[in-house]
């Protein structure tokens, strides 16, 4: 079976978290991959909400198709060489299969994912 899901965030949600003062969010939804790519970049809130509506998009695909949803922190976005976005499912032993997309401009972020199961 094949499913999709989409999530759309304001980025403003996400201007000004830093990794000292808001370190139990940011760990709590993101892993150390995610957060070390996200604070690379000179702009880490619209990387930040981009993951964000990534993992409820891959929430939002996986419905019905694995036995127990896994963690925000478990859904990991990490990326190609070429930059393309990839979800690595941690702690999960279910053959399923997911593709996201990502976008984001000035104000909005949004992604797409899709997964099937084997
Ligand atoms: C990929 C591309 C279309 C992104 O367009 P954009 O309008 O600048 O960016 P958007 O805001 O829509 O999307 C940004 C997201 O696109 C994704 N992305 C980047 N490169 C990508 C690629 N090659 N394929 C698919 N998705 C890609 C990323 O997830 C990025 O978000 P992130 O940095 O938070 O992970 C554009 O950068 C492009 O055409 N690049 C050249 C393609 C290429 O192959 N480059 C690599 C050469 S080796």
Redesign the pocket.
């Known amino acids: 079976m094949f499913q999709v899901g989409v999530d759309i965030e304001d980025i403003s949600r996400f201007e000004n978290k830093t990794q000292e003062k808001d370190s139990h969010f940011l760990n709590r939804i993101y892993t150390k991959n995610e957060l070390k790519?996200?604070f690379s970049?000179s702009h880490p809130a619209?990387?930040l909400a981009?993951?964000f509506c990534?993992k409820e998009a891959v929430v939002k695909a996986l419905n019905g198709l694995v036995k127990k949803m896994p963690k925000y922190s478990d859904i990991e976005?990490l990326?190609?060489?070429?930059?393309?976005?990839f979800v690595n499912l941690l702690n999960c032993n279910e053959n399923i299969e997911i593709s996201?997309?990502?976008?984001?401009?000035r104000e909005k972020?949004v992604a797409f994912a899709a997964a099937q199961k084997n």
């Open positions: 790519y996200c970049n619209k990387h981009a993951r990534a976005i990326k190609k060489e070429n930059g393309a976005p996201v997309s990502l976008s984001h401009d972020a």
